[in-house]
């Protein structure tokens, strides 16, 4: 299927989920070694209204490194702050090459509900500091351009 889209579409980005609704862990990342362009990672687990969307320190790192060992692009799925933090450490491990692609994942009950006001929170000791210095250095050399 990804060689058809490639010759009739040959400069779309391919993207592949690792999300976990209805997979089991083993079959998240099966599809890893076709070496899309780019894949979902969620960096750790979140309470949803009805269910736990699981995603355990072991198998998110095993996760990143199968990525990095095929050259895949990630796309970090940020359904609360502490995947931002779980990315950080991801990185600093050497787990995901910076900068990283970030998405944040809104008006998920019982998740980030108004990102704004929990970023300006993050950012502004950041932005009262001295110039060129804190902004990458703050949350562990993750791109928010």
């Known amino acids: 299927m990804q060689d058809g889209i490639r010759k009739h579409c040959p400069d779309i980005i391919i993207q592949f989920s690792t999300g976990g609704r209805g997979r089991s ?5 099966a599809m890893l070694n076709l070496k899309p362009d780019m894949a979902s990672l969620a960096t750790s687990s979140v309470n949803f209204p009805t ?3 699981e995603n355990p320190p072991d198998f998110v790192r095993s996760l990143a490194q199968t990525m990095l060992d095929h050259n895949v692009k990630l796309e970090i799925e940020i359904f609360d702050l502490a995947m931002l933090y779980s990315t950080v450490d991801l990185v600093n491990q050497g787990l995901l090459k910076s900068p990283v692609h970030v998405q944040f994942v809104q008006r998920v009950k019982n998740a980030l509900h108004k990102l704004h006001e929990i970023l300006e929170f993050e950012v502004e000791p950041v932005a009262q500091a001295p110039a060129g210095r804190g902004r990458q250095r703050r949350l562990g050399g993750i791109n928010w351009k």
């Open 51 to 53: 269910i736990v969307y």
């Open 25 to 29: 862990f083993e079959q998240r990342g």
